[in-house]
């Protein structure tokens, strides 16, 4: 078995964390990671993409296009930019929230309603969900990369266990920030449950 995911969203949003994240918890369940960066310009939230692999046998460092068989998003319309990697058949979890760039022409809309429209004309099982509001709640709008990457594990989107991801915050966030993603998790858990979206 070998998995592929695509993260991505914007610089400062925490998209290398959440592979980090995610693929230690693929490690401590028995199977190879590879994981690969591509980052634009961060300090001016440019985009932020994390190829990772994961299975039994893994070929190589970067998902071609149509690889993948999951994209979270941290950034709506970075998942619309990164949609040519998802497979035919593949899946999508992400955060409803935008961030508009700073340089844009005046009579260009932007709008989540439009972008989830485009995503949803070649997608078939996407989850939108407003995690920033879901880290608010939790305690600290930093933690919505850990809320989304609960989601995908809680959904069964992707193929690991959820307790093991929330062992994995517990012995790799610092004890200073370890309550508010834990809960942060479990809000997002709760969530995917009060709306049915589980598998």
Known sequence: MNFSVIICGVGGQGVVLASRLLAITAMNSGFHVNTAETLGMSQREGSVVSHLQFGDFIKSSLIPEGGADLIIG???SEVARNLHFLKKNGKIITNCNMILPSARS?????????????????VESTICIDFSKIAKIAGNPKSMNVSVLSAAFYTGFLPLEYNDF???????IPEKYRAINLNAAKLSAETIMLEGNNE
Request: negative net charge; charged residues 30%; hydrophobic residues 30%.
């Open 166 to 172: 929330l062992k994995t915050i517990e012995s790799e």
């Open 106 to 122: 005046s009579n260009e809309k932007y709008g989540s309603e439009q972008i989830i429209n485009f995503i949803n004309k070649y």
């Open 74 to 76: 941290l950034e709506l």
